[in-house]
């Protein structure tokens, strides 16, 4: 018998020991591993311990979302560890994008490296990452790693019944959203007395020719919904009142409804009892032709964001002087307005209750054959018979089968 086959078990119990994680930390998730290590559950009893360079490891922890642009750093760190090496992707996001998973930009992790196990949760417990450590052990040990519980499944397909014009619900299941919805200057009931005063007696009579909706979103929280052609004079009527400055504008990119909500939130620094009150200026505008009047007239404070949001989304704010050149981008990078949603995105339109080009409806049947009269045959038979494409042929084999 060689020397490798005893030494064999002696290998895999010092591996099994000897797992030296090094940590890519893309989002909250690094919190919890760095909580996993700590002294209230101190991981590295079970043999192993956070390290820093790649070089010296043999276990990654991939801790929140990968975008495609981190996909070329994560690949790059795999392929500098020692073998045999092992992947945990902790996190929804790391799993499949998370909150992201419809995003134009997150890619799941076993798209980029062999992943080994999964740490589920947003975020995962510092007692599943343990778990997974425990599942990289018992994966060294025997050569497969299995879950410590199983789930229950369910099969959706005996719930619903799909037609030909809905797409069959999904087994096992995965989100049932195609579209996500962005809620923008949406009412929310609170206890906030000053905030339903302050648009009762100031806001509504004031911004009643320019505003199409005025709510409370939340505490010390307002919308103010208009249309584009009147931004400006609601702008104007709530300077009056006080709201003085402009803290952030921001573009919220909607490519399934074709538009971008611009957004300005406003507040006040020479009133007091305005000061802890955020006004959120809200309108649309189209994405084929995204143009909105600048507000630096009314709130000079805009000026920067507004160039920002040019260099990010392409939205013109007319009348401010910097449309068409660069801000903050170098005005030779590669990539015109970065922030824009142009990417496709590949959706997952696993959905009931929603018309959807569906499932392609089964070809017809063909008839069985009718006993022919001895006239009808002899004049079938005078016919010349054409040769068939291939691909009818194939479809006509598959048929009969």
């Not at 995962?124 to 990289?136: H, L, S």
């Not at 052990?137 to 879950?147: C, P």
């Not at 300005?264 to 802890?276: C, D, F, H, Q, T």
Request: proline share 10%; aromatic share 10%.
């Amino acid at each position: 018998m060689s020397l490798d086959k005893y030494l064999e078990p002696y290998k895999k119990w010092g591996t099994k020991y000897s797992l030296w994680p090094v940590h890519l930390v893309t989002a909250c998730c690094g919190v919890e591993m760095a909580h996993t290590w700590n002294p209230t559950y101190d991981a590295e009893r079970l043999g192993s311990l956070p390290w820093h360079a790649p070089r010296q490891t043999n276990l990654i922890l991939v801790e929140g979302t990968i975008s495609f642009k981190m996909a070329r750093v994560l690949r790059y760190i795999w392929e500098q560890m020692s073998d045999p090496k092992y992947v945990i992707a902790m996190g929804s996001c790391a799993a499949e994008g998370g909150i992201f998973w419809n995003s134009y930009h997150a890619v799941p992790v076993n798209k980029i490296v062999p992943v080994d196990a999964y740490a589920i949760g947003c975020p995962p417990t510092p007692e599943a990452v343990i778990q997974m450590i425990r599942t990289v052990q018992r994966k060294i040990e025997t050569g497969e790693a299995k879950a410590n519980v199983k789930p229950k499944t369910i099969d959706l397909t005996k719930i619903f019944t799909p037609t030909p014009t809905k797409q069959p619900a999904p087994n096992p299941p995965h989100r049932i959203t195609p579209n996500p919805h962005i809620p923008v200057c949406q009412e929310k009931k609170v206890e906030w007395p000053f905030g339903y005063e302050l648009i009762n007696n100031q806001l509504m009579p004031t911004l009643k020719e320019s505003a199409k909706k005025i709510i409370v979103t939340d505490v010390n929280r307002i919308c103010v919904d208009t249309e584009p052609n009147k931004l400006k004079d609601a702008a104007l009527s709530l300077s009056k009142l006080g709201f003085d400055h402009v803290k952030s504008v921001n573009i919220i990119d909607a490519p399934h409804e074709n538009k971008f909500y611009v957004e300005y939130w406003v507040s006040s620094y020479s009133k007091k009892e305005l000061m802890p009150v955020l006004v959120s200026l809200t309108t649309e505008i189209s994405r084929d032709s995204p143009r909105v009047q600048s507000l630096i007239d009314v709130w000079p404070s805009a000026d920067y964001m507004e160039r920002e949001m040019y260099d990010f989304f392409g939205v013109l704010f007319e009348g401010n002087p910097w449309m068409g050149k660069n801000f903050l981008l170098d005005p030779d990078t590669p990539v015109k307005f970065p922030l824009r949603k142009d990417v496709p995105i590949v959706r997952e339109f696993y959905i009931i209750d929603r018309e959807f080009p569906g499932l392609p409806i089964a070809p017809p049947q063909p008839k069985p054959a009718v006993s022919q009269k001895p006239d009808q045959a002899a004049a079938s038979q005078s016919k010349p018979v054409q040769e068939k494409p291939a691909e009818s042929k194939k479809e006509e084999s598959g048929t009969s089968r």
